[in-house]
């Protein structure tokens, strides 16, 4: 034990000075110096409208690029080493499990595995890294729309994008704008602009609407460029974007190209850590070599012939499985019939023949489904001969009727049944209507040939390009494409300006949709059994999902600490304890070394902070699918707000601030309690205080995300215009 | 693109002429759409004098299938070459539609109603 003490001495001051420098860091972020003296406060001021518009000179912000990109083998050595002294911890923390205190001790190392295997993922993403390439040439005939797709945002921003998308230099491009809000005043504004205007059809008039994938659906329609670029509108494309993407179309099976999303009204700081460095890079280039990478809504291409296929695929399965679910309900619904006849007052033997006759058409069709016939014969054939059954049925029912009351003689004023013509196609409605026909077949037959058909009545379309099975059509869409046989790439430059939110609430909402859509994916079409992926795309998708589950990790590395400092229960034997510093410190610096070196010009640190924050987003995601996957709620698409709330946001973030105080609390009574001089194992208690402070650090962008406050009134923003103040950068407070 | 159409009894013979693909997609759809409206319910499309058909095309297709079918009639396709074969079969389509070799027997399919 002396030795270990010994190397404990370094490790805590390395611990600390580390600490130091990130408090600092953070200090010399929020306050401005001049010649070494304190000057003000810093503050960002964000633009409300792209300041940059139409002003010549502004130029395109240059793209971080990993440095893992140029330096592939220096990438594999750190990466390799990393992964082995992650193997040897994990050799370690296996075995060190605590039994006695299992109820906190297993899912902690599961969570700790779980974490694990991330890296694993962000190894094998880091290993097939390539240097980005310049792009093929456009194709100089292609033709391209672009759609501008707007719900409620104000008009003066799209009219910035609009202009802006005027501007692109390729030739045969054509803009839309594509308003789901069917505003006038967005229709007179694309009129002046002298761009397309597209509001959806009649035929969505009581139809589900599908938000912005039935949005583009409906305009798919109403335009015929072959390739489509997607712009959400406050997303501002520059000239090049078509001329930089389209050239990977001349790959025939090439179906989807994003670039990345980049704000401009963002801090260098980035709070709320919209710009996502980590994904729009490694991560979408990582995925390039495996032809896995998504779609992600705004600033991608789209070839119009593969989202079309995607669509007519999805119809077919829609009917095959509508014609399916049918049969599966028909026969139920027959035997009710017969035994609801079988046990009436008075049993009819033709009711019950026409039942049987009924029933044997039904298992026609199961037989059809079964030799895959074509679903247009089984469901026109079954049609037809059940009309016949419930006419013949009808008819001789209407003969005994008729024959009866002439045996009656009644009256000649009565309403005769004869009165209907038995050869009237439109009988059965009639006699339904009317209220008339005694017969249960009738109804049975009717119900059945209404669910045994092919029209999709339920869609406005029914063929749309884009999935609609997921609040995140986009990824949804890739997937589907992926299944398919078609390609993707992500392009790494910098084609297009946004707005990203500017408030907690908003944040947390925009993430908890992406988070949700991709859980329904794979709830919907299990990334592990569903057809067609190669066994890359797979695992990468079953990455994409398992991410989601973090959240519960970071739960148990949360609780980690504090179970030990507060309750006293420790998740590792205490025998083993000492292995921390040969095993744990090995992976803990490695990691670090080569996080460092890849996110080097990344400004990824926001990136890894809200990767722990966001845990109850990803928990509460994962709660909405299941209830959803269950039919107990109906998600629904969450338009992110382009205006930002104001004040504090502390509530929306209550779980991150409660673990926060009660870390930062248990950091405190383990220092003391080594300091005091009672902790029996001084070690494991130093470890658990780091990892708690560790923990405090990553959670506190919360406090900064609550906090921040971009939003200035117009008078302030024109008053600092007049200090000649340049708007989206940074400017101090005095 | 040219749409003819034949009234024979009850069912149209609609004869597209030219290539079926983004561009005319929307005018056979609407074409096909309107003959339902008007009351013919059952539709055959010849493809014969179509030498090229796109997914777009397709999608027409199924707007025709899913107005006849809301109507209660039925669409149906004669003499699609091999390459529209292929696409129908690429997209699974074949798993909806029957493809007939001629119009009669398209014709003729609406009635088979024996067993």
């Given at each position: 034990m002396y030795e270990l003490s010994s190397l404990l001495q370094p490790f805590a001051a390395f611990c600390l000075v580390a600490f130091l420098v990130m408090i600092s860091r953070f200090l010399v972020s929020r306050f401005t110096f001049r010649n070494g003296r304190l000057i003000g406060r810093r503050v960002f001021v964000a633009p409300?409208?792209?300041?940059?518009?139409?002003?010549?000179?502004w130029e395109r912000p240059s793209t971080p690029m990993s440095p893992a990109c140029h330096w592939p083998r220096l990438t594999r050595v750190l990466v390799s080493m990393n992964v082995v002294a992650g193997f040897w911890f994990m050799s370690w923390r296996w075995p060190a499990v605590n039994w006695e205190h299992w109820w906190i001790a297993v899912p902690l190392v599961l969570a700790e595995t779980h974490l694990f295997i991330e890296i694993l993922f962000v190894a094998t993403t880091l290993w097939n890294l390539q240097a980005p390439t310049e792009p093929p040439p456009p194709m100089p005939d292609a033709t391209v729309d672009v759609y501008v797709c707007t719900y409620n945002e104000p008009v003066d921003l799209v009219r910035g994008t609009v202009r802006a998308s005027k501007e692109?230099?390729?030739?045969?491009t054509r803009t839309y704008v594509l308003d789901d809000g069917n505003r006038p005043e967005m229709r007179r504004m694309a009129e002046d602009e002298g761009v397309g205007y597209i509001t959806r059809t009649?035929?969505?008039?009581?139809?589900?609407?599908?938000a912005k994938a039935g949005n583009i659906a409906n305009a798919m329609l109403q335009t015929t460029g072959e390739f489509i670029l997607l712009q959400d509108a406050d997303q501002i494309p520059y000239p090049e974007i078509v001329d930089r993407m389209?050239?990977?179309?001349?790959?025939?099976?090439?179906a989807m190209v994003q670039s990345p999303q980049w704000f401009?009204?963002?801090?260098?700081?980035d709070p709320l850590g919209s710009q996502q460095p980590i994904f729009y890079g490694p991560i979408l280039q990582g995925k390039n070599r495996f032809n896995s990478s998504f779609f992600c809504g705004s600033n991608g291409m789209l070839r119009r012939e593969a989202l079309m296929q995607a669509g007519v695929l999805q119809y077919v399965e829609a009917m095959e499985e509508r014609v399916r679910k049918a049969v599966d309900a028909a026969e139920p619904l027959l035997e009710k019939a017969l035994w609801e006849n079988r046990r009436s007052d008075n049993p009819s033997g033709r009711l019950e023949q026409a039942l049987v006759l009924l029933f044997e058409e039904v298992q026609r069709v199961r037989e059809g489904l079964r030799q895959r016939l074509p679903l247009q014969d089984l469901t026109w054939g079954f049609q037809q001969r059940a009309h016949r059954i419930a006419r013949d049925l009808v008819a001789a029912d209407l003969a005994e009727l008729q024959r009866r009351m002439d045996e009656d003689s009644l009256p000649k004023d009565v309403a005769r049944p004869?009165?209907?013509?038995?050869?009237?196609?439109d009988l059965a409605d009639r006699l339904a209507r009317a209220g008339l026909s005694p017969l249960q077949a009738f109804d049975v037959a009717r119900r059945l040939v209404d669910m045994i058909?092919?029209?999709?009545?339920?869609?406005?379309?029914?063929?749309?390009?884009?999935?609609?099975?997921?609040?995140?059509e986009d990824m949804a869409t890739a997937y589907f494409l992926h299944q398919h046989g078609w390609k993707t790439h992500y392009h790494h430059e910098i084609l297009a300006r946004g707005m990203a939110p500017e408030d907690l609430p908003s944040c947390l909402s925009q993430r908890l949709r992406w988070s949700e859509g991709a859980f329904q994916i794979a709830l919907r079409r299990n990334p592990i059994t569903?057809?067609?992926?190669t066994l890359s795309q797979r695992l990468f998708y079953i990455h994409s999902f398992l991410y989601y589950f973090t959240g519960v990790s970071t739960v148990m590395v949360l609780l980690g600490p504090i179970m030990y400092l507060l309750?006293?229960?420790?998740?590792?034997r205490a025998d083993s304890s000492s292995g921390m510093l040969t095993h744990f410190l090995p992976f803990l610096l490695t990691s670090q070394v080569t996080f460092l070196f890849w996110s080097w010009k990344l400004d990824a640190w926001r990136s890894i902070q809200y990767g722990i924050a966001f845990f109850p987003v990803f928990i509460k995601a994962i709660d909405n699918a299941v209830r959803d996957a269950l039919g107990l709620r109906q998600s629904r698409f969450v338009v992110t707000p382009k205006e930002a709330l104001e004040g504090v946001h502390l509530g929306s973030a209550r779980w991150q601030v409660m673990f926060l105080v009660v870390l930062t609390f248990s950091a405190f009574v383990g220092l003391w309690r080594v300091a005091a001089g009672w902790d029996p194992h001084p070690l494991a208690t130093l470890v658990n205080v780091l990892w708690a402070v560790v923990d405090v650090i990553l959670l506190s962008v919360v406090i900064d995300a609550a906090t921040y406050r971009p939003v200035i009134s117009e008078a302030e923003l024109r008053e600092r215009e007049r200090e000649s103040c340049r708007v989206g950068t940074l400017v101090t407070a005095e | 693109m040219d749409t003819n159409y034949a009234i024979r009894g009850e069912c149209a013979v609609v004869c597209p002429e030219g290539q079926l693909n983004l561009l005319t997609a929307v005018k056979l759809k609407d074409s096909l759409i309107r003959l339902v409206g008007e009351g013919v319910k059952r539709l055959v499309v010849d493809l014969?004098?179509?030498?090229f058909v796109d997914t777009s095309g397709l999608g027409a297709l199924i707007s025709g299938l899913k107005a006849a079918r809301l109507a209660g009639g039925d669409l149906r396709l004669a003499r699609v070459d091999a390459r529209a074969k292929q696409l129908l079969a690429i997209t699974s389509l074949d798993r909806v539609l029957t493809v007939h070799d001629s119009v009669e027997e398209a014709l003729a399919a609406f009635e088979t109603v024996s067993r």
């Open positions: 409300r409208i792209d300041p940059h518009s139409g002003k010549p000179g692109i230099t390729f030739p045969n009649a035929e969505w008039q009581g139809k589900p609407r599908h389209l050239g990977y179309f001349s790959d025939s099976r090439m401009y009204n963002c801090p260098p700081s004869a009165l209907y013509d038995l050869e009237d196609p058909d092919l029209h999709r009545g339920e869609e406005a379309i029914p063929v749309q390009g884009f999935t609609t099975f997921s609040v995140t569903a057809p067609g992926f309750v006293g229960w420790p998740a590792i | 014969g004098d179509v030498p």
